[in-house]
């Protein structure tokens, strides 16, 4: 099945630095690929849709500023978290829609975040 | 707007009990359906999808699901529970062709007990 990657898995940061994540579908190209954060006990919010070669579309209320997204490569997609803050802290998770894959999402395993 | 519903935040069953988790969701026209399961602190995996055609749908791992149009459910079932089952289990719906954003709903904790 196609596979979803993410780096870190984890990352303990100070408030104030920039963390980036890096998302790839390893077996398969995506032309989009989706940015969702997740709070404890709750669902996936979507924060950006990311396509290849073109600006990142961003939700209502996520600041585009402050959540970077590039989308380099079919297999590549990275969103940077840029002077995080406590209230940042959270579990970022990726998603890959194959090319081929008619309206399917393919989840990376998260990534998560602390910022002290 | 499209809405998901899972009205269960915490179901639990014995091993070897049967299991519905329920999901409705609200939107004009008939969405794409998914099924995601999710294990603790890692992401989502598909356990099953619906786009047309036969409305019972199947996975390897034996769960299923059901689209019921009159009821706008994709309620999922498995007829035996296994200890390996218990996670977090997601309904979410698509916009056929609507750039596959997905919507989530709130998500059903299944615990299993020995």
């Known amino acids: 099945g196609a596979v979803v990657s993410q780096h870190p898995s984890r990352v303990i940061c100070k408030s104030g630095t920039s963390v980036k994540i890096e998302c790839r579908s390893l077996d398969f190209q995506a032309t989009t690929m989706f940015w969702y954060r997740q709070f404890p006990k709750q669902s996936l919010m979507l924060m950006a849709t990311s396509n290849e070669g073109s600006k990142a579309t961003y939700e209502q209320g996520v600041e585009k500023d402050k959540f970077l997204i590039n989308h380099a490569s079919l297999t590549l997609s990275t969103l940077t978290v840029t002077s995080a803050h406590p209230e940042d802290s959270s579990f970022y998770i990726c998603?890959?829609?194959?090319?081929?894959?008619?309206?399917?999402?393919?989840f990376g395993p998260g990534t998560r975040l602390l910022v002290l | 707007a499209q809405s998901v519903t899972q009205p269960d935040i915490h179901i639990t069953v014995s091993e070897g009990a049967s299991l519905e988790l329920r999901c409705n969701y609200s939107y004009g026209a008939t969405p794409y359906l998914f099924w995601y399961v999710q294990s603790p602190g890692q992401g989502l995996q598909l356990l099953l999808k619906?786009?047309?055609?036969?409305?019972l749908v199947h996975c390897i791992k034996g769960f299923e699901a059901e689209f019921k149009r009159s009821q706008s459910s994709f309620n999922l079932r498995k007829p035996s529970v296994h200890w390996s089952d218990a996670a977090e289990y997601f309904c979410?719906?698509?916009?056929?062709?609507?750039?596959?954003?997905?919507?989530f709903g709130t998500g059903t904790q299944l615990k299993v007990e020995l």
């Open positions: 979410a719906v698509a916009h056929p062709g609507g750039g596959n954003k997905l919507t």
């Open positions: 619906y786009f047309s055609g036969d409305t």
């Open positions: 998603s890959a829609r194959d090319l081929m894959g008619k309206e399917t999402q393919y």
